[in-house]
């Protein structure tokens, strides 16, 4: 009968970590309890973090403006337009709220599924100068790729047909941890009307950490089987970390009208594909009522490689005056290609529980950003705001994802400061990322994004 009762724990012991929300895990087709191999893992695809208060205060529409040092992440071809040497820091404090249900009678969400973080979003350094007679920038810049921190409580009710056994299953699932990218660029003005721009992105594991990113479940697990009780808890560990890739984003900036005090500027800029190397270690430990009953501790080492996408985006900047403009920006990103491999050759889609066979979307990103400035004697205020639609990719069509933005600082001869807020929303999110256990579960997401940035100039 013990023998029942610990196959019955086998099988189940997967869905102890099988919600991975905002995640770009990378866990399909791994051995979970001792050598027998467990179903691939249940994830979703993350949405990679803005950069910069001022450029996410105009919904991130900052192709065609890239005029302060975050143009590395966003154009830089932009990085001629420093006229003087800056160091920018910018800090971040994201709140997200991702609200579960499910047709799925057994499977209850807990009702609270919030996670608050502070971090840092950006920082670098700018130093402009002339070669040749040509404008010319260079900056080192770091800036926060993605966020994996999720929380995240769920009980699954289970009552089996064949055999009288009555079995509740709670998991509190964590994960924390984040990827960076050091990123030198340098941009050149070409003519007086069009400049070029490359950076190289070297991505890393967070940067304050010795992982990338962690996942942690406790799960406990209690019921009846032939008129006895039992129960057992278990704790899954998961440590991906030494992530490393290289890509090069380049761009292009050039001012296509200009009268009087109005102009029209194009920016376009293409993200490379690339193959991120990661390490995932797996350390599992279940314990049952019987103190005696200890399972033997389960630990496995792989490393993955995965194909990350391209990306090309272009947009336009209108500036009405001195005081007033407007951008809009369209993003292609060709999710069409990701994919991950193991060390055994197993192939798969990093999300849900898919084979290579599986297509995924590619998604288009759409963003419309304003700004207006108000010039006193020694200072300037700028007023900005933002809309977009940011969908996420999905072995379905992609998820609509929409938000807004609004920000605003003040800018003196020797430093200025920026601030920001965006909010991001999903209603009824649905699709088979999250696996065939839960029986395609729908969500709701809120997310909260404040930034705030001090630049110096020298």
């Known amino acids: 009968m013990k023998n029942l009762v610990w196959n019955q724990m086998k099988s189940k012991a997967i869905f102890y970590i099988s919600i991975l929300v905002f995640t770009n895990t990378i866990t399909n087709q791994i051995p979970f309890a001792q050598s027998e191999p467990a179903p691939p893992s249940i994830n979703a695809i993350p949405l990679p973090v803005g950069s910069g208060a001022r450029a996410l205060g105009m919904g991130g529409a900052f192709i065609a403006v890239a005029d302060d040092a975050t143009a590395a992440s966003w154009n830089p071809g932009g990085l001629t337009q420093l006229e003087r040497p800056e160091l920018s820091v910018v800090g971040s404090f994201l709140s997200t709220q991702q609200d579960f249900f499910t047709d799925n009678p057994n499977v209850q969400f807990a009702d609270e599924s919030a996670v608050s973080r502070g971090d840092l979003n950006y920082v670098s350094v700018a130093y402009p100068f002339r070669l040749f007679g040509k404008n010319l920038v260079a900056a080192l810049n770091y800036k926060q790729v993605y966020d994996f921190h999720v929380n995240l409580d769920y009980t699954v009710t289970t009552d089996y047909k064949d055999h009288p056994q009555h079995d509740v299953e709670k998991s509190d699932f964590e994960s924390k941890g984040g990827v960076g990218a050091l990123t030198p660029a340098i941009s050149l003005q070409v003519t007086p009307k069009l400049s070029l721009g490359m950076a190289v992105n070297v991505?890393?594991?967070?940067?304050?950490?010795?992982?990338?990113?962690?996942?942690?479940?406790?799960?406990?697990?209690?019921?009846?089987?032939?008129?006895?009780?039992?129960?057992?808890?278990?704790?899954?560990?998961?440590?991906?970390?030494?992530?490393?890739?290289?890509?090069?984003?380049?761009?292009?900036?050039?001012?296509?009208?200009?009268?009087?005090?109005?102009?029209?500027?194009?920016?376009?800029?293409?993200?490379?594909?690339?193959?991120?190397?990661?390490?995932?270690?797996?350390?599992?430990?279940?314990?049952?009522?019987?103190?005696?009953?200890?399972?033997?501790?389960?630990?496995?080492?792989?490393?993955?490689?995965?194909?990350?996408?391209?990306?090309?985006?272009?947009?336009?900047?209108?500036?009405?005056?001195?005081?007033?403009?407007?951008?809009?920006?369209?993003?292609?990103?060709?999710?069409?290609?990701?994919?991950?491999?193991?060390?055994?050759?197993?192939?798969?889609?990093?999300?849900?529980?898919?084979?290579?066979?599986?297509?995924?979307?590619?998604?288009?990103?759409?963003?419309?950003?304003?700004?207006?400035?108000?010039?006193?004697?020694?200072?300037?205020?700028?007023?900005?705001?933002?809309?977009?639609?940011?969908?996420?990719?999905?072995?379905?069509?992609?998820?609509?994802?929409?938000?807004?933005?609004?920000?605003?600082?003040?800018?003196?001869?020797?430093?200025?400061?920026?601030?920001?807020?965006?909010?991001?929303?999903?209603?009824?999110?649905?699709?088979?990322?999250?696996?065939?256990?839960?029986?395609?579960?729908?969500?709701?997401?809120?997310?909260?994004?404040?930034?705030?940035?001090?630049?110096?100039?020298?």
């Open 203 to 458: 991505y890393t594991d967070e940067f304050f950490g010795n992982y990338a990113w962690k996942q942690i479940t406790h799960g406990t697990r209690n019921g009846t089987i032939g008129g006895r009780d039992y129960s057992s808890t278990s704790i899954d560990e998961r440590t991906f970390k030494n992530f490393q890739a290289v890509n090069v984003t380049t761009g292009l900036l050039w001012n296509v009208w200009e009268k009087e005090r109005k102009s029209l500027t194009f920016g376009a800029v293409y993200n490379t594909p690339y193959t991120a190397n990661v390490d995932r270690i797996i350390d599992f430990q279940s314990f049952s009522s019987d103190a005696s009953n200890l399972d033997k501790p389960f630990h496995d080492r792989r490393h993955f490689k995965v194909d990350y996408p391209m990306s090309f985006g272009a947009g336009f900047n209108f500036r009405c005056n001195d005081a007033l403009s407007f951008s809009a920006d369209v993003t292609w990103t060709d999710w069409s290609e990701f994919k991950q491999k193991d060390n055994e050759g197993i192939k798969s889609r990093p999300i849900g529980e898919a084979s290579v066979q599986r297509d995924i979307s590619d998604t288009y990103t759409v963003r419309y950003g304003t700004e207006y400035l108000l010039f006193r004697k020694s200072e300037v205020i700028p007023l900005r705001g933002g809309l977009f639609y940011e969908p996420r990719p999905s072995l379905n069509s992609p998820t609509d994802v929409f938000g807004f933005s609004v920000g605003s600082g003040i800018t003196f001869q020797r430093f200025s400061i920026d601030g920001a807020y965006q909010f991001r929303w999903s209603n009824d999110g649905e699709g088979e990322d999250f696996g065939k256990l839960l029986q395609k579960p729908q969500f709701d997401l809120n997310e909260h994004l404040f930034l705030a940035s001090i630049i110096v100039y020298f």
